[in-house]
């Protein structure tokens, strides 16, 4: 059963277009509230954090009418890390988390992610039962005006927040003597990250902590590393450090000004783990993360799988198989011996110990070669071309040509209104050939 509302991570569009509007927010609210309020008998709460978006104003007042006519207590709590609220919403035994956010997307862009009271993403069975809810008449789950929900505002989020994080690691650890550049992205994490850093007592460069409600993602943060190659270059820092809109991504950039991204930071931390023998099972990857990656797990004679897309499929293949570690090339990494879900500044948290010792971070990563990529994402009006005679065609004599010289992946979008070609090959011009001849048939 194809789901109607949810993707591959929660609910995404543009504002005030679609699902993205106070109204369906309202629905939203009152669905996924009396799915909880009926789980748990005893405390209904909800809570909500959000990124930086203008539309946050417009979205979580009715997000938060639809939960209290439910019969559910509400917590907001402001601008806060996905994983932030995914931590607090276990640590405070609320029935279910919610984060209003697009993530790496543009300021006109919004939507949900939904977190469970063991602060897990929702699986795609409780996300069907939950649009099933969505659907019905809504006098029907409207709460007695005697049990309808109260709403209030938590202030500390951020300093709690900051504390689980720090509580993961040893009392002594300090970043005094290191220098970090950040890039906020003018997202949720433009509290607690600098924060985070100077309370350990790093000395801090920030970019991307101003937001506006129109500049997060715009030029900045993990998909425009631009940005903090030339903050770590000016300032002469150890790491640079930089979030997408949510803080649940991070890429990272070492003294040099290198770029690293999320599979060669996975390769660092996998055999990092396995030295200290903290690795249970081996590392969950997706679709999209680099055969080099692949290549250098086997070489390390660490297990390596594969997931769907999503860091929602990567958790739930590591509870699985009993993983601890698992992630994406996109920066989404999950340290499963601390958190349930990507958190940007966790991971800088565990890189950073690791180069406690004076080790740089030029001497940490790069531990394997790319597998030459190419990622086109075409825009389309309708993502179900995908699935056109003509196109099927194509993606099979593409997949036919590259067999046994690398690999051919061809998805839709869950989160845009996309379909991605991605191919892998050490033979440039057969890469190059195989791409387009899925992309024509697209186009």
């Known amino acids: 059963m194809t789901k109607k509302y949810f993707g591959t991570d929660g609910i995404r569009g543009t504002v005030n277009k679609g699902n993205i509007n106070g109204e369906m927010f309202f629905k939203f609210g009152l ?4 799915y909880f309020k009926n789980l748990k008998k005893i405390k209904q709460t909800a809570i909500i954090a959000k990124d930086t978006r203008l539309s946050g104003y417009t979205l979580e007042p009715a997000l938060v009418s639809g939960l209290a006519s ?23 035994k609320a029935n279910m988390g919610i984060m209003i956010t697009a993530s790496h997307n543009p300021y006109y862009d919004n939507g949900l992610k939904l977190f469970g009271p063991d602060g897990l993403k929702l699986s795609d069975r409780i996300e069907k039962k939950i649009e099933k809810l969505i659907d019905k008449k809504i006098n029907i789950s ?3 005006p005697k049990i309808l929900g109260r709403v209030k505002r938590l202030e500390d989020a951020n300093n709690k927040y900051i504390d689980i994080l720090k509580s993961n690691f040893p009392k002594k650890f300090s970043l005094k003597g290191i220098k970090i550049a950040i890039d906020c992205a003018n997202g949720a994490g433009y509290k607690s990250g600098p924060e985070l850093f100077k309370s350990l007592g790093a000395k801090v460069y920030v970019v991307g902590t101003s937001p506006n409600g129109l500049n997060i993602n715009k030029k900045c943060g993990s998909t425009f590393p631009t940005k903090i190659r030339n903050l770590v270059k000016r300032n002469r820092v150890d790491l640079g450090i930089s979030l997408d809109g949510d803080s649940d991504r991070v890429i990272l950039c070492d003294e040099k000004g290198n770029i690293i991204d999320g599979d060669q930071i996975i390769a660092m931390l996998a055999n990092r783990w396995k030295t200290k023998k903290i690795l249970k099972g081996g590392v969950i990857g997706t679709l999209m993360s680099n055969y080099g990656l692949q290549r250098y797990l086997k070489k390390q004679k660490i297990n390596f799988i594969r997931a769907n897309v999503g860091d929602r499929y990567v958790k739930e293949k590591m509870q699985r198989n009993k993983f601890n ?3 994406e090339q996109s920066g989404h990494i999950i340290l499963g011996k601390f958190a349930t879900t990507g958190d940007g500044l966790l991971v800088a948290l565990e890189v950073l110990f690791s180069m406690r010792k004076g080790k740089k971070a030029s001497e940490l990563f790069n531990l394997f070669k790319f597998t030459p990529q190419i990622l086109e994402n075409i825009n389309v009006k309708d993502k179900s071309i995908i699935n056109s005679p003509k196109c099927k065609k194509a993606i099979r004599v593409a997949s036919k040509l590259i067999k046994n010289k690398g690999r051919m992946l061809v998805r839709k979008s869950g989160t845009e209104p996309k379909i991605r070609i991605m191919g892998e090959s050490e033979d440039n011009k057969l890469l190059a050939k195989c791409i387009n001849i899925v992309k024509r048939s697209i186009k």
């Open 325 to 327: 570690l698992g992630g």
């Open 31 to 34: 669905a996924a509230g009396t």
């Open 142 to 144: 409207l709460a007695q």
């Open 70 to 92: 439910a019969g559910m207590h509400v917590f907001t709590l402001g601008p806060l890390p996905t994983n932030g609220l995914a931590m607090l919403t276990k640590k405070m």
